[in-house]
């Protein structure tokens, strides 16, 4: 059973596009929300991350939108460009250091 | 900068065989975890330690053990390896209480 279900598993944009990555949970007991990037042949690297009290984070093309009645959160990746094709993995976390992972989205951005 | 290491990109093993994982952490961290990432699943976690000596079972434990002797030294065992245990093994660390997990980049087995 899946705690944390990701959405699509798959993504295509073409360069200069918004991509959108979507997450929902079910535990309200999750007080942290990151999102890991993976390059082929690399382990996850941490994106982005929010936690419950705020509905949007961004830091530069990369912006968090949670909406903590809907127990959903999404990824947005603005102007997207060919070097952000990576896989991509939102997860959840409570009260400590374990992180539930999506199912990953891979995504390829066309130039 | 955080370096989490592994001790093999690419491993081949018999079905049967005892299969030793190694993955060290050069940053102090107390927290290191095992995963398991398979396309469509995710991560998956299989156990993680927060001390030496000390382990907890995460999602997936069965079929696997750990060993923590030292704090930068993280062992995951597969006592009898089978077919159904191919797949890309993760490690990560993290300081005490701190949610980000710093990844080596990760062993791909496969079992024969």
């Known amino acids: 059973q899946q705690q944390v279900k990701q959405s699509p598993q798959s993504l295509i944009v073409q360069k200069g596009g918004i991509s959108i990555i979507n997450c929902a949970y079910e535990?309200?007991?999750?007080?942290?929300f990151p999102w890991y990037q993976q390059f082929p042949g690399k382990g996850p690297a941490l994106l982005i991350a929010?936690?419950?009290?705020?509905s949007e984070k961004k830091e530069g093309r990369f912006t968090i939108s949670f909406n903590k009645s809907a127990k959903q959160f999404s990824l947005h990746i603005m102007d997207s460009q060919p070097g952000d094709s990576a896989t991509y993995f939102c997860?959840?976390?409570?009260?400590?250091?374990?992180?539930?992972f999506g199912g990953g989205t891979r995504l390829m951005v066309k130039p | 900068d955080v370096k989490v290491t592994q001790s093999s990109r690419y491993l081949v093993k018999r079905t049967g065989e005892k299969v030793f994982l190694e993955c060290v952490q050069d940053?102090?961290?107390?927290?290191m975890f095992w995963y398991r990432q398979d396309p469509g699943l995710g991560l998956r976690l299989i156990y993680f330690?927060?001390?030496?000596?000390?382990?907890e079972k995460g999602d997936i434990p069965e079929g696997y053990s750990v060993s923590r002797e030292k704090k930068e030294r993280f062992s995951l065992i597969l006592e009898s390896a089978s077919t159904n245990q191919t797949s890309m093994y993760l490690c990560?660390?993290?300081?005490?209480?701190?949610?980000?997990?710093?990844f080596g980049p990760g062993t791909r087995l496969t079992v024969t």
């Open positions: 990560a660390s993290s300081p005490y209480l701190r949610y980000e997990q710093y």
């Open positions: 535990n309200t007991a999750f007080d942290y």
């Open positions: 929010i936690r419950p009290d705020v």
């Open positions: 997860a959840a976390s409570r009260a400590g250091n374990m992180l539930t």
């Open positions: 940053m102090d961290h107390e927290n």
């Open positions: 330690s927060y001390d030496v000596k000390m382990k």
